[in-house]
């Protein structure tokens, strides 16, 4: 850890970072990475701690002291602007960034990821504070391929699906498709964040995660979460390889993904966040162009890679078609493709995913077998007894 230096070969001295959303999947493994690998102090901000508490007990941990927990609401506490004054820096992370809520609370959806960020973006831009903040791959929406025939040989061209940062355009459906309702509010957000920038001086970096998967994603329904919640796909098939029940296909599982390891991921974070000079002024893609999967292609591995790691057999037939409509609700829709460019990152921070699909569903499942299935078993055999 001494003598860690930026990719300028400067000394990266150690800052105060008020990470708001740091007990979600994403803001754990971030805490993780800062608390093991660097001397940075964490200011965490959340309504909940479950997923971090590993690194907030026992007081007999290396980095005690430098990773306090602030159980806050930031839709409505005063105390958020004082911790934000504290920082050298802020990571927005807090959102509700389930596809089930985009059409069926679309309101929520769009407080959460507009209205509630606002004062963040105000209270960085009055202080003088940086801000990292996170965006999402979807506000691209569909691609422009989506709307050509499906034998047009422009689907080829990678003009036609390659998501790129300062070139592709934001392509969302009509109002009454609710799904876009998360889009649209992270795609204003976005151009508000680069208009403090450009008018009033905002130092700030835009991350758009690309499908980030990884131990601690989401919940397991009935078991750390609601019997009838709707997480997303890592954490719904997960959910259904562990019942051995079929694996659900949303309007015949077509859809496009590609998938990133979490713990990837967040190497590409902490780069944003030592490399301030590198970084300030940037909207990055941080995915993992190399691991592009079908949906359906997705959860055949899963079955694959889940059988491998439980010793169990695979069912029969592992996978049921189920239609969006009765999966999600009205209003549902969905991104056809997401190839993520690259070349802005790779020129700024010289970044790089590391690891092929096969290997990260490997350890994720490895961890979702060890920490769920003998609870599922039990919940099932109880819902059996009754
Ligand atoms: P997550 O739901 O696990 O984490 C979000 C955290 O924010 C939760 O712990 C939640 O309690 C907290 N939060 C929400 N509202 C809050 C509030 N009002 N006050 C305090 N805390 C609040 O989600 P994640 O996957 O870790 O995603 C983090 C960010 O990354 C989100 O902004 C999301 O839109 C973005 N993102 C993630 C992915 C991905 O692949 N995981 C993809 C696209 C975008
Ligand atoms: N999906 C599916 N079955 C499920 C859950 C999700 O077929 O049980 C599909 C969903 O319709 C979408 C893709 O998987 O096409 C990824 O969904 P996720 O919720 O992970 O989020 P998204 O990538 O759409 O933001």
């Not at 102090?41 to 997923?51: C, F, G, R, W």
């Not at 190497?267 to 970084?279: C, D, F, G, Y």
Request: aromatic share 8%.
């Amino acid at each position: 850890m001494a003598g860690r230096v930026d990719l300028d070969g400067n000394t990266i001295n150690p800052i105060t970072i008020c990470m708001i959303g740091a007990g979600g999947f994403i803001g754990s493994h971030l805490c993780e990475k800062l608390m093991s690998e660097t001397q940075h102090t964490v200011l965490a901000v959340d309504v909940y701690s479950d997923k971090i508490k590993h690194l907030l007990e026992p007081a007999s941990l290396p980095w005690t002291g430098r990773i306090q927990f602030h159980r806050i609401n930031i839709k409505n506490d005063s105390r958020l602007e004082g911790l934000i004054k504290m920082a050298d820096l802020v990571v927005n992370l807090a959102a509700i960034c389930t596809p089930a809520d985009y059409n069926t609370r679309p309101l929520d959806t769009i407080y959460s990821n507009f209205i509630d960020a606002l004062p963040v973006v105000k209270y960085c831009s009055e202080n003088g504070k940086r801000l990292i903040h996170f965006s999402t791959c979807e506000v691209y929406g569909k691609t422009i391929g989506a709307f050509l025939p499906q034998d047009s040989p422009l689907l080829q061209d990678p003009a036609y699906y390659v998501l790129s940062e300062d070139a592709s355009p934001c392509i969302f459906g009509p109002i009454e498709k609710q799904r876009w309702s998360y889009a649209c509010a992270k795609q204003l957000i976005e151009r508000l964040i680069y208009a403090e920038g450009a008018e009033n001086g905002l130092e700030f970096t835009i991350v758009r995660p690309f499908n980030w998967i990884g131990p601690r994603m989401d919940f397991i329904p009935g078991i750390d979460g609601p019997s009838e919640g709707v997480p997303r796909v890592l954490a719904c098939f997960s959910n259904n390889l562990l019942r051995h029940e079929p694996l659900k296909l949303v309007d015949g599982g077509h859809s496009q993904r590609t998938f990133i390891y979490i713990k990837d991921a967040v190497e590409a974070v902490l780069l944003m966040i030592e490399n301030p000079a590198r970084a300030n002024g940037h909207i990055f893609n941080v995915g993992n162009p190399n691991n592009e999967v079908t949906v359906r292609q997705l959860a055949e591995m899963m079955t694959q890679v889940y059988s491998k790691v439980s010793g169990e057999s695979s069912l029969e037939t592992p996978t049921v078609d189920v239609s969006s409509k009765e999966f999600y609700g009205e209003g549902y829709d969905d991104s056809d493709k997401r190839i993520p460019d690259m070349t802005i990152i790779n020129r700024q921070l010289g970044w790089n995913p590391k690891t092929p699909l096969w290997d990260l569903l490997e350890s994720t499942l490895t961890y979702q077998h060890r920490t769920y299935a003998e609870a599922v078993k039990q919940a099932m055999s109880k819902t059996t007894a009754n």
